[in-house]
């Protein structure tokens, strides 16, 4: 057998350094908004909600960064996929931790379900960017409250993030469909990030079964749900 | 937010270039807090600080500009023993997928954080790690204690149990059964593990246990498999790479190293093993850039070796022949920055000036700068007489050759007949100095001189075995002490000496004087070869000395 040559790109080192200093400022700007944020009464609703709003767009200009990064290297066979063994319940409360001051900004009631004895085998660097999107889309779409839960189902891991909004229009449902199966389907913010969830779904597997993303309205809050199942 | 643990007391050290973040962190923390917190700019820095005080917690982010990056500050930290086991090193990432480190899995930092994060989820992160910490602490202390059965003990206790840290447990059991030498056991350990999972570390355990039982082609097999799952596990470049050498594949596992060096060109240890590993296979082109980049990388690193230095000289020098053009003028003219710069740190290690002269002797011969050379060869003439036995053997053939080709032929053949004199009964040598003598233009004259040496090493040998049998151990410690003396080099009358002395104090009771002048003679043999015939009489002589400095 003779090994094969892989062939490097300088794009890449650009791309990495670039990354890099744009997570710096983006990271500089969301601690500074959280500061100032700390820095006002709870009680200012106005002032509140501007600056959740600041908080929630760099967060979301930091979340589609993630996701490009990550398509680019997973395309590129350059992806170090780390599949490890994960408390779920300790993995959901950060991402929880991340949307908290937000979620509150905007009046929104986070929450989050799981047996405290729920271990996983997943990526959790990938697993964190499915449920930022996830969650991201339910705050746009939610009225109040948005849960995030996870147990077992079938074999596999049931990640879901439900809203309490009107639950999600008829393109979001069929973007999800195909998605499942696998077929290229919209453009824009939602189709990235539809796409990335399901790539990120698909990179998981185990005894031949394969991860899968879902979307529905048959949540328990009345809203739009968004699953992941995750072998 | 509430902290199940009192920080008040705990050294923290932020490693971060970027100001502004660094401050942030550093506020962060401090909510938490926590008094004693220390900030490093860039990785120097931070060695320096973490030489001088044993933090409880590093907070490092991997990007830390020019110099060391986060992960070659970890590795750097425990090789020097300033971060221990029961440190918590945290890695700060703006890629949230450099997940599985670029480097060595061996030295893994306990957590990566990416960025964007608040401070919610840094103290979060703390809290858990130090939680998973304090119930490893015990475990963690006696490795640090280097008391390993007690640990591997406190291991199978919490496997047996499946707590919360029993796949932490497997992976530490595997580790310690790894460094043990108890490679069936590892195997056993890594394979339970991959029974429930393929997981990333078990496969490069389980193949390690695999390539340190000999069982190469399966060894191979498993790391394969991992570069498969996951092209950017670099160590598992690294252990196909040995597999192939193994296998007798060394230009696979050179395509191998080469393409792991892709991955991740910042690891000194593996540019110096793809720089050696092309130099077997006369990669030249290959082996110059991987010694380019061990030379650059040392300059921050622990591991930096002088040698790389002399091999990237080695390299280039293939190039830098008389009508060569361009690219062999600037071939010389980088190996002799290089010697320069090589010189100038090392200004008392004399067996490695006496390399880099020769190598510059053998630039300056290149590049027809003739008067240079001679200058080289003669100030490394020099150092090689003040050397004596303590020469290498390849310098001195380098000289010789370095002589004849600067025209200073009857000094190249002065140093070849000594040479032989020197060397006569080092196999492995032989061809090496046949060819020097042909080149000096004495190869029949070289072949008498073999022959009659050898004579005389037999005839010695005679005599002495002659004393042995008559019992004249005296006579015997004389002639052989007499002749180590003449012959410092040559194995079998340092191995004789030694044996004399040995046998005569055996029978007459140990001294101390001659204790340690069989303890000199042995030493000299030293650095023989585990394949040379001669080295298990080597090992046995040692153990005969070691009985009689026991004796009463």
């Known amino acids: 057998m003779v090994a094969r040559k892989l062939t490097a790109s300088s794009f890449q080192a650009i791309l990495a350094s670039s990354v890099h200093d744009m997570k710096n400022s983006l990271s500089m700007l969301l601690n500074t908004f959280d500061e100032i944020a700390s820095d006002y009464h709870p009680q200012d609703g106005n002032k509140n909600q501007r600056i959740s709003n600041l908080q929630y767009q760099a967060s979301r200009v930091n979340n589609d960064l993630m996701k490009l990064l990550s398509l680019y290297k997973i395309e590129n066979d350059q992806y170090p996929l780390n599949i490890a063994k994960h408390a779920v319940a300790d993995f959901l409360e950060e991402q929880f931790l991340r949307?908290?001051?937000?979620?509150?900004?905007?009046?929104?009631?986070?929450?989050?379900?799981?047996?405290?004895?729920?271990?996983?085998?997943?990526?959790?660097?990938?697993?964190?960017?499915?449920?930022?999107?996830?969650?991201?889309?339910?705050?746009?779409?939610?009225?109040?409250?948005?849960?995030?839960?996870?147990?077992?189902?079938?074999?596999?891991?049931?990640?879901?993030?439900?809203?309490?909004?009107?639950?999600?229009?008829?393109?979001?449902?069929?973007?999800?469909?195909?998605?499942?199966?696998?077929?290229?389907?919209?453009?824009?913010?939602?189709?990235?990030?539809?796409?990335?969830?399901?790539?990120?779904?698909?990179?998981?597997?185990?005894?031949?079964?394969?991860?899968?993303?879902?979307?529905?309205?048959?949540?328990?809050?009345?809203?739009?749900?968004?699953?992941?199942?995750?072998? | 937010?509430?902290?199940?643990?009192?920080?008040?007391?705990?050294?923290?050290?932020?490693?971060?270039?970027?100001?502004?973040?660094?401050?942030?962190?550093?506020?962060?923390?401090?909510?938490?807090?926590?008094?004693?917190?220390?900030?490093?700019?860039?990785?120097?820095?931070?060695?320096?600080?973490?030489?001088?005080r044993r933090y409880d917690y590093v907070l490092s982010d991997y990007n830390l500009g020019e110099g060391k990056d986060g992960q070659q500050v970890l590795e750097e930290g425990k090789h020097r023993g300033y971060v221990k086991s029961t440190t918590i090193y945290i890695m700060l990432t703006a890629e949230s997928t450099l997940n599985m480190v670029m480097g060595a899995l061996e030295y893994e930092p306990d957590g990566y954080l990416a960025k964007p994060f608040n401070k919610e989820m840094l103290i979060n992160r703390l809290e858990k790690i130090t939680q998973k910490k304090e119930s490893l602490m015990n475990i963690l202390k006696l490795i640090d204690g280097k008391k390993d059965d007690e640990a591997l003990v406190l291991c199978d206790k919490e496997i047996d149990n499946e707590s919360r840290i029993a796949l932490d447990c497997l992976k530490i059991k595997g580790d310690i059964l790894l460094k043990q030498k108890n490679f069936a056991a590892a195997y056993g350990v890594y394979d339970g593990v991959l029974d429930e999972r393929q997981t990333l570390w078990a496969l490069l355990g389980i193949g390690k246990a695999l390539y340190y039982q000999e069982e190469y082609y399966d060894a191979s097999e498993k790391f394969q498999d991992l570069i498969d799952q996951n092209q950017m596990c670099v160590e598992a470049y690294d252990w196909l790479a040995k597999c192939k050498n193994k296998l007798g594949d060394p230009l696979d596992a050179q395509t191998i190293l080469e393409n792991a060096v892709r991955l991740s060109p910042k690891a000194i240890l593996r540019q110096q093993a793809l720089g050696l590993l092309a130099l077997e296979n006369e990669d030249f082109a290959v082996a110059e850039k991987a010694f380019r980049h061990a030379v650059k990388l040392g300059k921050h690193s622990c591991y930096q070796r002088p040698d790389d230095s002399l091999n990237l000289v080695e390299s280039l020098l293939v190039k830098v022949v008389p009508d060569a053009g361009i690219s062999g003028k600037r071939a010389g003219n980088e190996s002799l920055q290089v010697i320069k710069e090589l010189l100038r740190k090392h200004r008392s290690d004399e067996v490695l000036k006496l390399k880099a002269l020769v190598l510059e002797g053998e630039t300056f011969a290149g590049l027809k700068q003739i008067k240079e050379a001679k200058t080289s060869l003669d100030k490394a003439e020099k150092i090689y007489q003040k050397l004596g036995d303590k020469a290498p053997a390849d310098a001195a053939i380098k000289l010789a050759n370095g002589f004849i080709k600067v025209g200073e032929e009857e000094k190249g053949r002065e140093l070849t007949r000594e040479i032989i004199k020197v060397y006569f009964e080092d196999d492995q040598l032989k061809d090496e100095i046949k060819n020097l003598a042909t080149t000096a233009g004495i190869r029949a004259e070289s072949d008498n001189l073999y022959a009659s040496e050898e004579e005389r090493l037999k005839?010695?040998?005679?005599?002495?075995?002659?004393?042995?049998?008559?019992?004249?151990?005296?006579?015997?410690?004389?002639?052989?002490?007499?002749?180590?003396?003449?012959?410092?080099?040559?194995?079998?009358?340092?191995?004789?000496?030694?044996?004399?002395?040995?046998?005569?104090?055996?029978?007459?009771?140990?001294?101390?004087?001659?204790?340690?002048?069989?303890?000199?003679?042995?030493?000299?043999?030293?650095?023989?070869?585990?394949?040379?015939?001669?080295?298990?009489?080597?090992?046995?002589?040692?153990?005969?000395?070691?009985?009689?400095?026991?004796?009463?």
Not at chain 1, 110 to 128: G, I, K, P, T
Not at chain 1, 185 to 206: D, E, N, P, Q, R
Not at chain 2, 23 to 29: D, E, G, T, Y
Request: glycine content about 8%.
């Open chain 1, 99 to 231: 949307f908290s001051a937000i979620a509150s900004g905007k009046g929104i009631t986070l929450d989050v379900v799981c047996d405290e004895d729920l271990w996983w085998y997943f990526d959790a660097s990938l697993l964190a960017g499915v449920v930022n999107d996830a969650v991201g889309n339910a705050t746009h779409y939610c009225n109040k409250a948005i849960r995030l839960s996870a147990k077992t189902h079938d074999g596999y891991l049931l990640v879901s993030i439900e809203d309490d909004g009107e639950g999600f229009p008829e393109f979001m449902l069929d973007a999800g469909a195909s998605a499942k199966k696998g077929i290229d389907f919209t453009s824009g913010s939602t189709g990235l990030g539809l796409y990335f969830c399901s790539i990120v779904a698909k990179m998981h597997s185990h005894e031949g079964r394969y991860g899968y993303v879902e979307l529905d309205n048959a949540g328990e809050l009345k809203g739009g749900r968004f699953l992941i199942y995750l072998p």
């Open chain 2, 1 to 52: 937010m509430l902290e199940k643990h009192n920080y008040s007391k705990k050294k923290f050290l932020i490693i971060e270039d970027f100001p502004e973040f660094r401050l942030s962190v550093k506020r962060m923390v401090e909510s938490l807090g926590a008094k004693i917190i220390d900030t490093a700019m860039h990785g120097e820095d931070a060695i320096e600080k973490m030489s001088k």
């Open chain 2, 459 to 552: 005839d010695l040998n005679k005599k002495g075995v002659r004393f042995f049998q008559e019992g004249k151990l005296q006579e015997a410690v004389e002639l052989f002490e007499k002749a180590a003396e003449d012959m410092p080099h040559n194995v079998s009358i340092n191995l004789n000496a030694a044996q004399a002395l040995i046998r005569y104090m055996e029978h007459n009771g140990k001294d101390s004087k001659m204790l340690n002048r069989s303890r000199r003679y042995l030493d000299r043999v030293k650095g023989l070869d585990k394949d040379d015939k001669r080295f298990n009489r080597y090992m046995e002589l040692v153990k005969l000395h070691q009985s009689v400095v026991d004796s009463r």
